[in-house]
């Protein structure tokens, strides 16, 4: 059953690793500013993912891909790396959280319209409940996550499109990733993206002269350990295994298991912060995990 849904596996993983990673993020960029730490987690990933090929394939370098992987990866890197978090991030001040992660979690649709266009990828009935079932469960768990305060959506018409645009973004990079991904090694493609992020996210702090925030961030130590803590588990980790989902699954069917953060952090919630659930985040989680159920039928 494990190598029959490879890529559903790994797509779980995926999500699994960035609900750790993202514990780490947001600790770090409390003190700090969180564009830095998205840029200097590239950084460390260079670094870790590095140590990774080295050990693996003997160089940390994919010097073996051919100029058409480059392409495509780097492009891949681009968009959804560098242009699609940087309109997150405004999403997020513009709409606040809840928001901003509901529009992000139509990134599969987007993913799964763009895949059967560009690749022919066709989903089975089963499928498409799966994901429809899976993205209902997601959007309720981050509509209700709050007890304290009453749901209000700041609908601005600016921030709305820089969400819109942000789950583009994503569903863009995972195409241009499974574009030019073909059998690769999934962490030496991983490379490659995080390669061209950083000469992506360079050019961006130097157009738009972000180096203090850099600075401010290297100071802090606490949060440059959180930083490379989160960039190990969310960029070296997570990333190379949504490389093996999009190899080994349909683009949309990775993407819609990969969304399901907001209810894997649930549990996390109530064990570790000891924050009460509502029966409306159970039921959300319970839709879920029957869509994801559905997605490995």
């Known amino acids: 059953m494990f190598a029959s849904h490879l890529g559903e596996f790994a797509a779980l993983l995926t ?14 960029g409390k003190h700090t500013s969180s ?10 990933a260079l ?9 693996t394939r003997g160089s940390p370098f994919p010097t073996d891909a051919s100029p ?6 780097s492009l891949s890197g681009l968009v959804g790396f560098v242009i699609g978090d940087i309109f997150l991030f405004e999403a997020y001040v513009r709409l606040g959280t809840r928001l901003a992660l509901l529009l992000m979690s139509f ?30 469960g997601i959007a309720v ?14 609908v601005e018409p600016f921030g709305v499109l820089c969400g819109v645009l942000g789950a583009v973004g994503q569903s863009v990079g995972t195409i241009l990733s499974k574009q030019g991904i073909g059998t690769y090694d999934a962490f030496a493609a991983t490379q490659i993206r995080v390669i061209a992020s950083i000469a992506g996210f360079a050019l961006y702090f130097a157009i ?25 588990f969310g960029t070296t980790l997570g990333v190379g295994f949504s490389l093996l989902a999009i190899q080994h699954t349909e683009a949309a069917v990775a993407a ?16 570790v912060l000891k924050e009460k659930i509502r029966l409306i985040e159970i039921i959300g989680a319970v839709i879920t995990v029957l869509g994801v159920i559905l997605l490995y039928a």
């Open 15 to 28: 999500a699994i690793v960035w609900v750790i990673s993202g514990i780490f993020f947001e600790r770090a």
């Open 35 to 44: 564009l830095a730490v998205t840029f200097i987690r590239m950084i460390f």
């Open 47 to 55: 670094l870790q993912v590095g140590l990774i090929l080295w050990v």
């Open 68 to 73: 058409g992987t480059w392409l495509w990866l």
């Open 107 to 136: 990134s599969p649709v987007i993913t799964g319209i763009l895949s059967y266009f560009i690749f022919g990828e066709k989903l089975t009935s089963l499928s498409m409940l799966g994901i429809a079932l899976t993205l209902t």
């Open 141 to 154: 768990v981050i509509l209700t996550r709050s007890e304290r305060k009453a749901l209000k959506l700041r």
């Open 208 to 232: 738009g002269r972000h180096w203090p925030k850099l600075t401010q961030l290297l100071k802090d130590r606490s949060s440059l350990w959180q930083t490379a803590t989160g960039a190990f």
């Open 256 to 271: 819609a298991i990969m969304s399901i953060m907001p209810v894997l952090v649930i549990p996390i919630n109530w064990l």
